[in-house]
């Protein structure tokens, strides 16, 4: 239990890396930028992939009608994540630490991880909704006003995963550094289930077999 206890206290700190490296990250690739146009997204906002990309983005959506790209201060998400991220670091440490002094079970380390997933996905979940009404939600006075083949106004949200075609733009929109930590650390401590369960059944096979034994 005291291995499987210790791996469950490391593999909450990789979510750590969320405040430093960012969670997401999408390019903009066109003929007219032989250096594709990226934005970072950070746990607590949004910064260039190089100087000037948010400032060169916000020009080129301006022309179609979308807002200008969110300032911390202007998404709730922004000062919300970190302390949910923060939370469950400290969570996950303490729940490791209680299971090397045995005060806890290894189920406590699977309850852990189904809860990262939970609040992973419902994060997934909130960011592809602001992805969408970012990319529709456009402004009916915009300087370019396109139209699908059906007559319908042309929208511009950017794949949540993958890659797309906006325009004459190639969108990618990928896992970053922060997102492949918080994948390292979330496998760690289902790694410290599976470990704490053999442990547990080994535990109790050896203690059956004394007592048949005596």
Same mark, same amino acid.
């Given at each position: ?7 469950? /206290? ?5 979510? $750590?890396?969320?405040?430093?490296? %960012? ?13 594709? $146009?990226?934005?970072?997204?950070? /746990?607590? +906002? ?23 790209? %969110? ?39 699977? +309850?852990? @991880? ?12 909130? @960011? ?11 402004? %009916?006075?915009? /300087?370019? =006003? ?15 995963? +993958? =890659? ?5 733009? =190639?969108?990618?929109?990928? %896992? ?33 077999? =004394?007592? /048949?034994?005596?």
């Amino acid at each position: 239990m005291k291995k499987a206890s210790i791996i469950m /206290i490391i593999g909450p700190l990789f979510l $750590l890396g969320l405040f430093s490296f %960012p969670l997401w990250n999408i390019m903009l690739g066109a003929p007219q930028y032989p250096e594709p $146009l990226g934005m970072n997204i950070h /746990i607590d +906002g949004l910064s260039d992939m190089n100087e000037f990309d948010l400032q060169n983005i916000d020009g080129l959506n301006h022309y179609i009608g979308m807002r200008t790209l %969110p300032k911390p201060d202007e998404m709730w998400e922004f000062s919300t994540f970190p302390i949910v991220v923060g939370t469950m670091v400290a969570l996950g440490v303490l729940i490791g630490i209680l299971g090397y002094f045995r005060k806890v079970s290894y189920k406590w380390f699977l +309850g852990w @991880f189904i809860l990262m997933s939970i609040l992973g996905v419902l994060g997934m979940y909130d @960011f592809n909704a602001w992805m969408v009404d970012y990319g529709t939600n456009l402004d %009916p006075n915009a /300087i370019m =006003k396109l139209s699908n083949l059906d007559g319908t106004p042309m929208t511009y949200s950017p794949p949540l995963f +993958g =890659k797309a075609d906006m325009l004459n733009f =190639k969108v990618t929109s990928l %896992p970053s550094t922060g997102a492949w930590l918080m994948f390292v650390g979330m496998m760690l401590t289902l790694v410290a289930f599976i470990l704490g369960r053999k442990n547990r059944k080994f535990a109790v096979m050896k203690e059956s077999s =004394k007592l /048949i034994t005596s």
